[in-house]
């Protein structure tokens, strides 16, 4: 810490940085929807992925791969 901030004294304890998020979230009107809709859709997109229908860009794949089941 010392060698990336110097002299200045961080004085941050994590109870403090929650209260800090939780107030810009509040002034900035953030609900737990902007978060729970966000990932939502990120492990859709990842869903997608691992079944291979759609590729490393999220570009539609025309001939997808069967989804099988082990057995």
Not at 17 to 37: I, K, N, P, V
Not at 49 to 62: C, S
């Amino acid at each position: 810490m010392r060698k990336a901030f110097g002299d200045n004294v961080v004085r941050w304890t994590v109870p403090e940085g929650a209260d800090e998020l939780y107030r810009a979230y509040l002034a900035y009107g953030m609900t737990g929807d902007a978060f729970t809709q966000r990932y939502i859709r990120l492990a859709h997109l990842e869903m997608l992925r691992n079944r291979d229908l759609v590729d490393d860009t999220l570009r539609v794949q025309r001939d997808p791969q069967p989804v099988t089941t082990g057995g």
